[in-house]
């Protein structure tokens, strides 16, 4: 027979906490509360995790099949440590996970999917405050956008850069070496033996990419933007304070619930401002611009290229990392990380903007210890640079707008004119990059078309296009590139991307031809085609957009409804906030 039950009933007559979990599923009284907490006591939960306190959901994007995740069901569990310890009733649960180095055609098609998963999980659960559990480029911005849109406490926890990679003695960067070791065996300079070898020793630890490029760059916009705990952003993936400090953001979610404070309290346009200046200084990545659009989109904040060109002029450059620099996520960490950088350019942030530790940015980092390392964090008084910010570039072949990354592009190519060579496909380019008859100098403009949100679709990071071979044995290592495409993270050159409006929407860019000429002036922040406005009416008359490939399922309703990069390639239906109520049962 069986024993008798030692189960402490759930006292039915407490009245509503305000609580959403516990007035709309666990302290519910008739059938559907049984049915609520009946089915979560089969994983062996104790009465009390039904008494009413804070229910903090775990948002996982694990998965081995994003090798740069693939440690956060361990994180998960210090998250959870943190939050039973404050009184929480933690709960995991997975979200899609966006794999860059695998997901084809681009793990950018998905952001907005992922975005749609966490707001849909967080909103139709019985959740207070939110954990999200984040690190490769997309899996940040993707689960912020959509835990903005339900506005329900919310705290990030990143996963942590992976340790420097080893090479032959010395240190190589995630991505910056494919890129640079490439173009080398392209050159003749690289073997293939030495190549292969190259491969296990950049990954040689969990984590997200160590350069400073979009993984790295978003989480320091998660703590920039003050959406997770000061000094989380630069912690190595497999440092123990990293799972030290995964424990405190779950005893503070915690507190967080309590205090509703929530991420449109956190997410104000001061916050957006920060997250700006705060780019310029590491010397982050251009995919930000567009993460930070969308993310204001969501929680309603005004936010254009121009804001962003304007807040990030004048900024000093301080970090030395690759792609732009030289060092790597593991010597930021130890030479301060985000905090140092922070209190160096405190004069030109808005000190006021309040973050999850529920304090002020200012006071944050007021008492943050100064740069260990003035390699690696520069002081103010010594950057590297001043203005090297993401620069955002108008006219006519920009009407809305196109961005380059100064710290990442040749002083002698920032004013350039030059003959356009135009593909319109990357496909098309791929086939001619090792043509030693293709007609291009170093002079020569390369222009890439319908590679835009729209067009390929999901703009995919081929914005900087190798050197053709040709000129790569003759020493060319940069040359001005233009398209509507993105450029990863750990990739530099003078690049112009994100083109607006995108060549397959009938933009601009899709008129250009080869031999035009092209005037790229990034001081004076403007992008010209050198072509009468008659001629370009008589080819906009002879334009027909491309078909796009995607007649069912997501793509469908992406290329349907994607808005263009200068608006954050959201999704339009999904930009604004929706909250957490629903109104119907389940049963
Ligand atoms: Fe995942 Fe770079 S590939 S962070
Ligand atoms: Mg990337």
């Not at 104790?46 to 996982?60: M, Y």
């Not at 693939?70 to 933690?90: D, I, T």
């Not at 916009?221 to 995964?246: C, F, H, K, N």
């Not at 449109?264 to 251009?286: C, H, K, P, Q």
Request: net charge negative.
């Amino acid at each position: 027979t069986e024993p008798p039950s030692r189960a402490i009933p759930v006292d039915r007559s407490a009245a509503h906490t305000g609580r959403r979990s516990f007035d709309h599923w666990f302290g519910e009284k008739d059938r559907n509360g049984f049915i609520h907490r009946s089915w979560m006591r089969a994983q062996g939960f104790s009465d009390e995790v039904f008494d009413g306190r804070p229910v903090i959901g775990i948002c996982n994007t694990w998965s081995e099949l994003t090798p740069c995740n693939a440690h956060l069901r361990r994180l998960a569990e210090s998250v959870k440590r943190g939050v039973w310890q404050a009184g929480g009733f933690p709960l995991e649960f997975p979200v899609m996970s966006l794999g860059e180095t695998m997901l084809r055609p681009t793990a950018m098609l998905f952001r907005n999917l992922l975005s749609m998963d966490v707001e849909e999980s967080l909103r139709g659960n019985p959740i207070d405050g939110a954990v999200l559990l984040t690190g490769c480029d997309k899996t940040t911005p993707g689960s912020i956008m959509g835990a903005a849109s339900v506005d329900l406490p919310t705290l990030v926890v990143t996963g942590g850069p992976m340790l420097n990679g080893k090479f032959r003695g010395c240190d190589i960067g995630s991505g910056t070496a494919v890129w640079r070791f490439t173009q080398d065996v392209n050159a003749g300079r690289m073997t293939q033996e030495d190549y292969a070898a190259a491969e296990s020793g950049m990954s040689r630890s969990n984590g997200h990419c160590m350069t400073m490029g979009t993984a790295s760059t978003m989480a320091c916009m998660a703590e920039a933007l003050g959406l997770q705990l000061t000094g989380s952003a630069a912690i190595p993936a497999v440092d123990s304070r990293r799972y030290a400090i995964a424990q405190q953001a779950g005893q503070r979610i915690v507190q967080m619930v309590e205090e509703d404070l929530k991420p449109s309290d956190i997410l104000t346009r001061d916050a957006f401002a920060n997250a700006v200046r705060a780019n310029a200084a590491i010397g982050g990545s251009t995919n930000a611009v567009i993460h930070l659009l969308a993310i204001a989109g969501r929680v309603g904040v005004k936010l254009t290229l121009d804001d962003m060109d304007e807040w990030a002029r004048g900024v000093p450059w301080l970090v030395d990392l690759q792609p732009s620099g030289k060092y790597l996520m593991e010597d930021f960490y130890y030479a301060g990380g985000l905090p140092a950088v922070l209190r160096e350019i405190l004069p030109l942030l808005k000190a006021d903007a309040i973050t999850v530790t529920g304090r002020t940015i200012g006071e944050n980092v007021a008492n943050a210890e100064r740069t260990v390392d003035t390699d690696v964090i520069r002081a103010v008084g010594n950057p590297l640079g001043s203005g090297a910010g993401t620069a955002v570039l108008k006219g006519n072949l920009a009407p809305d707008g196109a961005v380059v990354k100064q710290s990442a592009a040749s002083e002698r190519l920032l004013q350039h004119r030059g003959k356009a060579l135009v593909f319109s496909s990357i496909e098309e380019y791929d086939l001619a990059v090792d043509d030693m008859d293709l007609e291009v100098d170093e002079d020569t403009v390369l222009v890439l078309q319908n590679a835009g949100p729209r067009g390929y679709p999901g703009m995919p990071e081929v914005g900087n296009m190798t050197i053709p071979r040709k000129l790569a044995e003759q020493g060319v290592d940069d040359m001005v590139r233009i398209s509507d495409a993105r450029m990863s993270g750990t990739a530099y050159g003078t690049v112009v991307l994100h083109v607006a409006p995108e060549a397959a929407v009938g933009g601009p860019l899709a008129l250009v031809r080869t031999g035009d000429w092209i005037e790229l002036d990034v001081p004076g922040r403007t992008l010209h085609l050198d072509v009468s406005e008659e001629e370009l009416a008589k080819r906009r008359a002879d334009w027909q957009p491309a078909t796009v490939p995607s007649d069912r399922g997501w793509a469908k309703l992406y290329v349907n409804h994607v808005t263009q990069a200068n608006e954050g390639c959201d999704l339009d239906f999904l930009v604004g906030r929706s909250g957490s109520a629903v109104a119907r049962q389940s049963h």
